[in-house]
Nanobody, 116 residues
Framework: QVQLVESGGGLVQPGGSLRLSCAAS????????MGWYRQTPGNQRELVAR???????NYADSVKGRFTISRGNTNDTIYLQMNSLKPEDTAVYYC??????????WGQGTLVTVSS
């Protein structure tokens, strides 16, 4: 089992930046990749970005060039640097960890609001 704790959400003006953090604990060795989904009311969760254990990253087309996912030096924390934020980026952002086998683990979610 992997436990995930997120931080860093909040209110930001359009064009601003935020950095989300997600700290993993527990069976970290079992993680194949980690990343972030986001969800707005009435919509399905959207994969925003993910980073594999080997370092490969993937991004949704809607955030390419604006968001950057990275990993801390100890490999138990990931970050999502969000720049040039737009109102349509407003959502609850969920950190997840996908193991080599078994079900994903999820964080509690953190709200990002982009508004003037």
């Amino acid at each position: 089992q992997v436990q995930l704790v997120e931080s860093g959400g909040g209110l930001v003006q359009p064009g601003g930046s935020l950095r989300l953090s997600c700290a993993a604990s527990g069976s970290i060795f079992s993680i194949y990749y980690m990343g972030w989904y986001r969800q707005t009311p009435g919509n399905q969760r959207e994969l925003v970005a993910r980073i594999f254990s080997g370092g490969t990253t993937n991004y949704a087309d809607s955030v390419k060039g604006r968001f950057t996912i990275s990993r801390g030096n100890t490999n138990d924390t990931i970050y999502l640097q969000m720049n040039s934020l737009k109102p349509e980026d407003t959502a609850v952002y969920y950190c997840f960890a996908s193991p080599f086998r078994g079900l994903n683990s999820w964080g509690q979610g953190t709200l990002v609001t982009v508004s003037s």
